[in-house]
């Protein structure tokens, strides 16, 4: 395997169709974004949000795609850029007082992290 030191290779990874709120998942990728891949896992270990662990898989998907397919090392990344764009609304609906209906969003997103060598 062949070893790239250039500094703007990228691996990136996308978890796409979460069922959470994008805002709630920004909140958490705010926390980690421009840190080292060590320091960012730790964060997510012990955040108490829901959100910490499909970030968590995401993240550790974009180190093993750096080492697998551009021969970086793990501790020598940095997470780049993290953002979280929406994705499709599951629309419901819930009965209410003399026939009424009311509507109910359930938000899904797409959560995409690039890391790269520091």
């Known amino acids: 395997m062949q ?3 250039s500094q703007d290779t990228e691996a990136k990874a996308i978890s796409k169709y979460i069922r959470m709120s994008p805002n709630k998942v920004r ?3 705010d926390q980690i974004r421009g840190k ?3 320091e960012a896992v730790m964060i997510l270990q012990f955040m ?3 959100s910490c662990k ?3 898989q995401t993240l550790q998907s974009a180190a093993a795609n750096a080492e697998h397919n551009y021969g970086m090392d793990k501790s020598l990344l940095c997470v780049s850029q993290a953002y ?3 994705g499709p609304m599951l629309k419901r609906f819930q009965p209410r007082a003399q ?3 009311y509507s109910i969003h359930k938000p899904s997103c797409h959560i995409s992290i690039i890391v790269s060598a520091k």
């Open 27 to 29: 909140r958490v990728l």
């Open 54 to 56: 499909p970030i968590l």
């Open 48 to 50: 108490p949000y829901r």
């Open 3 to 5: 070893k790239i030191k």
């Open 99 to 101: 026939g009424r209906a």
């Open 36 to 38: 080292e891949y060590k």
């Open 84 to 86: 979280a764009d929406q």
